[in-house]
Structures are given as C-alpha cells and as structure tokens.
C-alpha cells in the first residue's frame, strides 16, 4: 500500500528547486530560495506537453542524465517490468526532477550536473551519485529540526546523570535536572533576519543578538587550560582539510560572545585531553570538584579535577544554556548552532574513547544532520564557517557509518564539476565520494546484482577520475629508498613499506581518503569471476595497503591531525592484510597511530585481530 506521505512533489517551480527538491514560491526571475541560498535560479521553457516516458537499459558505457529520487515514504510509479536483470532508470520528461524509479531496484544511478547538456563521454562528464539510500528511520524527515535535536541530548544527559548516581555513594552532579527542560515559548529576537549564506566577517558584529553577550566572555584560568588545548590540539584535527582553519580561528572568537558555545568549545578541549591521561579508578566523592550551577558562565573548576569529570560538567552547562536559548527564533538560524552541534558531536566522539558502544555519538550525529538540513547547510554553501561544519560533520559521520555498518547520512549532491574544483576543493570532494562509497557498502546486496555491480563499477571509475585529474601537489615528494621509521615484524624481515611524504597535510589526508573509499568498494563489490578479475582486484588491494600504510608511517604524518585520518584508513587496509607478516606490521602501525591521535578506543585493535583470527 502506498504511503500516505508523497512527500514534494517537483512537477512546479524552477529547476533549482525542482532539483534540491524543495517548495518553490515560483517568484521571478529569481526565487526567495534560490536568493536566500546564492543558486542560479532558471525556469523551464514552455512545453507543448509531457513526453511518453519509456524504460531503458542503463549500460556501463552510457551517458546518464539527472534524476530525483523519490522522497522516503514517496510510491513508485507503476511500471512494466523489464527482462534484463539490470540497473533501470526511467527516461525524463520535459524536465529533470519529474522522473520517477521503481523502488524495487538498486538506486545508485551516478548522473552529471549539467542536466545532460554536456555529452561528453565518461569519466568526462563529473559523476555525482542518486540518493535514495536504505531504510534509516526518519533522519530524512524535513519534521526534526532545533527542539528535536535538543531533546535528544538532553534524554541521553539526563540518563548519564541517573546511571553515575544510581552507582555511585553520592550525586555526582549537583544540580536540579529540570533545568535540562527546554522552555516552550518563543521570543522574538531583535535581531534583522537572518542571512545564513552571508560572509560571517560581514555580519558578525551589526547586530548583538539576545543570545550573545555585549562583551567578550573573560576566561578563568581553569578555564583558559582547556581553551588553549582545544585550540592547539582539537582545532587541527576538524581543519586539516580546511585551509582558512575555521575551527581553529573563527570558533574560539564566535565562543567568546557566546556562552554555549564556549561551554561546548570547553568541553570538547577537557575530554581531548583526558584522552592523553591513564584511566582512573572512580574518585572518591569526598573528593568530588565543587558543584557548580549549570547556566554560571565560568564554573567553580580546580586543576585537580578529572579533565573527564570537568568535560562532562561543561557539557551539561551546554544543555542548559540550549534549554533557554532554542526559543529565539534567530539562534536556531545561526553560526553559534552550528558550530555547537559540532562540538556536541565531537565531544560524544572522544567520549566513546573508553570501548562503550557508540550509541550516544550516532544519535548526535544524527541531531547535527537535523540542525544543518534545517539551515540547509552543505559542503558548497558560501559562508566559509557553514561548509566547514559541513565537512568536519561528513568525516565524523563517515567513520561512524563505517564502524556501525550503516549508510552515511549525507543527503547532498555538488553541484561544482570536478574540473572546476581548487586544490582544496578537490580534497574535500574525495570526502564526498568516501561517504557514497560507505553508503555503497552498507546496502544490501541481494536483489539486483548486476545493479549493484554497476554501481560500483561507477563508482570506481568516479574515484580514478578524481584521482586522474589532480595537481602534482597531491604526488609523494620524491626521495630516496630508505627504511621505514617503524619496526619491522620481525628483526629478520625488512619493513614492507616504505616511508611516503605527500605535502600539504590536507593533500596527504585526501589520498588516504581516495584509498580507505577504494578498499570499501574492492571489498563489497560482488566478482563476476574469473582469474584475471581476482588478481586485479588483489593487485588493486595491495596497492592501496602499500601507499595508505607509506604515508602512515613517514615522518611528516607523526602530528595528531594526520594520524587521525591515517589510522581510519590504514584500518580499513588492515581488513585486507592476507600474511601473518603483513598483520604484525599493520597492527603496529595502528598502535603507533593511535599512540599519536588517542582515538579511538584500542579495542578496536582486539575485533581486529579477532576478524584475523576466524579467517585463519
């Protein structure tokens, strides 16, 4: 039965929002959308009437123009079944975005931007990928927004609290946890209204919203401890692709007018730093740092305290100061949301360092998604600091979606070409493909085999393309053979591989991207047999082994925020690792990474050798 919910319908509008698939007020010759968002905005010509759609083969070698996939919960069009076993897409009409694809077929139908205008042959024409991923609730509901995202922190908040003082002597957070209950009425902000895609160095300081102070905040010292670690140590990592360092830069300034996101910047820096602290055993209460008041703006911290204990604290004052703050109507449209769903994700994710499950992270992650689509936020939006969000939520949720064996949330489609992309622009695009290639790995594979044959034979061919037109600052630098810094498995044996330098940092961590996106592809695209196929695809995998596991262990990648990205993808080479050899040394490159970025969890290395193990 069809559900009741057909979601938007594209058959109005201009082509922009027929395309991005949202209500379009039909305003020319330019829409409140496509102004409010910086697109093109261009309306369809006049038709003498819809064309008769027709099924066809979509073959390996063909062309393919722009689809929309179905909103979830849409009905498919009824359509005559087709006698080839393979991936079908429906002709378009009279304009893209109006076609329709039987649900019951694998959509992973790559097609250009250009609305087939540019008929150049593959890999010419700048592969993008359709969206209609598997089953994951109602993330992709355009319902959650702000409010929902908040009381999902604040469920999961008021849980933590229950369960550390349900097991321990005395309460270890002193304060009422009805101060967690966000208020219900809204408030008018004073502020003008909100231009999300304006640069943010035009606008930051015209007005003073209610929800920023007039002044800068002053730190503590205690305070200031934690602020300089994030800036030094946390800022890197969620930069390393971004060449202004907007979180290393902008963020802590955008902290010091706003007290949640200060209290989020802080709490991120302290469970950072904890990381780098031996476990201990629970303190003693008697012992307990001094409660503090969650909505204070400096709390009551000592240098003795667990950074941990003072990490949770800063971050339950974030919850409380979200409690008051969602009701303006301006905050929810903000910079400083942004930015603090950004610091809530990340906090959940050194927070998952002790081995638990990464429950708590997936669902913030989740929430970040919902604050970003609501702003309609992605990798391309003008504002700098938006696309810097962006990009560190997709490399968060990217190595999440991999551990859990789910599709990546990222419902975004480029609308740049490759060819037209910098050099910076270029290493956040293989990020992109990264999240389409572990979306790739988590849909089922029975059914339409050949159709997800296909779609990984586009995908790979869209990973060369990429690979095929960078710049020569994306090569290794050329030196000499030499051995490689860590140990071998053995004193007998020799390092298998050799040290390799790739400089920027960025250009190195976007290798190892292409390369960890290649592994997942090579490993769950289904063989069509064959010896020659098998060795290729060996030979494919040995090669990427080789050059994620040389940039992991020169000399230049011993830096927190290339360790980060090495040990993702040297992990997802690990799942490859054939010899007992090769797994000694593997295993110790990854104990090396994680010596250097003190995450994740080392447990990882025990399923690890464990996956190793029931191979043998």
Same mark, same amino acid.
């Given at each position: ?97 109006? =076609? ?29 990928? +359709? ?21 999902? $922190? =604040? ?26 209950? *966000? ?47 994030? #800036? ?17 830069? #902008? ?57 941990? *204990? ?57 929430? =970040?998604?919902?604050?970003?689509? +609501?702003?309609? +936020? ?100 050329? #030196? ?71 940039? =992991? ?5 011993? +830096? ?25 040394? #593997? $295993? ?29």
């Amino acid at each position: 039965m069809p559900s009741k919910s057909r979601g938007l319908r594209t058959s109005t509008g201009c082509l922009t929002c027929r395309k991005r698939r949202v209500k379009c007020d039909e305003t020319r010759p330019r829409c409140q959308n496509c102004i409010r968002v910086d697109r093109a905005c261009a309306y369809p010509q006049a038709d003498a009437g819809p064309a008769p759609r027709r099924l066809r083969t979509l073959s390996v070698h063909e062309n393919t123009t722009t689809l929309s996939s179905p909103s979830p919960g849409s009905a498919p069009t009824p359509v005559e079944p087709v006698p080839v076993p393979t991936l079908t897409q429906t002709e378009p009409t009279e304009q893209p975005g109006s =076609a329709e694809i039987p649900s019951s077929f694998q959509q992973w139908i790559p097609f250009p931007i250009d609305d087939g205008e540019n008929q150049a042959p593959l890999p010419e024409n700048g592969l993008l990928f +359709n969206d209609s991923l598997p089953s994951f609730g109602n993330v992709y509901s355009p319902a959650p927004g702000p409010f929902e995202w908040y009381d999902l $922190l =604040a469920e999961d908040a008021l849980s933590n609290i229950q369960m550390h003082n349900a097991s321990s002597r005395e309460h270890r957070w002193n304060f009422d946890k009805f101060s967690l209950s *966000r208020k219900q009425t809204p408030r008018h902000s004073p502020s003008l209204e909100p231009q999300p895609n304006l640069d943010i160095n035009e606008t930051r300081h015209s007005v003073v919203e209610p929800w920023n102070t007039a002044t800068r905040i002053e730190l503590s010292q205690e305070e200031l401890v934690y602020f300089e670690h994030y #800036v030094s140590a946390v800022g890197p990592i969620l930069d390393i692709f971004d060449p202004d360092r907007h979180f290393a830069t #902008v963020v802590p300034h955008l902290a010091l007018r706003n007290v949640g996101l200060l209290k989020s910047l802080l709490a991120v820096g302290a469970c950072h730093m904890a990381l780098d602290l031996p476990q201990q055993p629970e303190a003693d209460p008697s012992n307990a740092m001094p409660p503090s008041t969650p909505a204070s703006t400096h709390s009551n911290l000592t240098m003795t305290s667990d950074p941990s *204990r003072i990490g949770e604290q800063y971050y339950y004052e974030t919850l409380h100061y979200l409690s008051q703050t969602l009701l303006y109507p301006s905050y929810t449209s903000s910079h400083e949301i942004l930015a603090t769903a950004i610091m809530i994700s990340t906090y959940e994710m050194f927070g998952a360092y002790g081995g638990s499950d990464n429950g708590n992270w997936n669902r913030h992650l989740k929430g =970040a998604f919902w604050i970003q689509r +609501n702003q309609d +936020n992605n990798g391309e939006s003008v504002d700098g600091l938006r696309r810097a969000v962006w990009w560190a939520w997709l490399r968060q949720d990217i190595w999440a979606a991999f551990r859990e064996g789910r599709p990546a949330m990222t419902i975004f489609q480029p609308m740049k070409m490759l060819t037209e992309l910098s050099e910076s622009q270029l290493a956040t695009r293989v990020v992109f493909l990264a999240a389409k290639c572990v979306q790739y790995a988590a849909t089922p594979k029975d059914g339409d085999i050949a159709g997800y044959i296909d779609a990984g034979e586009r995908l790979m061919r869209t990973l060369e393309y990429w690979r095929q037109i960078l710049p020569p600052s994306f090569d290794p630098i050329p #030196v000499a053979s030499q051995f490689s810094l860590l140990p071998a498995a053995s004193p007998e044996t020799p390092s298998q591989f050799q040290p390799i330098w790739i400089h920027p940092p960025s250009h190195a961590a976007a290798i190892q991207t292409y390369h960890f996106a290649r592994i997942l592809i090579l490993l769950n695209q289904p063989s069509t047999g064959g010896l020659a196929n098998y060795q290729t695809r060996g030979k494919m995998l040995r090669d990427s082994m080789s050059t994620v596991c040389g940039i =992991a262990v020169s000399q230049q990648s011993q +830096n927190e925020p290339s360790a980060f990205v090495n040990f993702q993808a040297v992990y997802a080479a690990a799942l490859c690792a054939e010899t007992q050899d090769k797994q000694a040394e #593997v $295993l110790g490159i990854l104990e090396k990474a994680l010596n250097v970025c003190k995450f994740p969890a080392k447990t990882m290395l025990n399923d690890l050798i464990g996956l190793w193990s029931s191979a043998r």
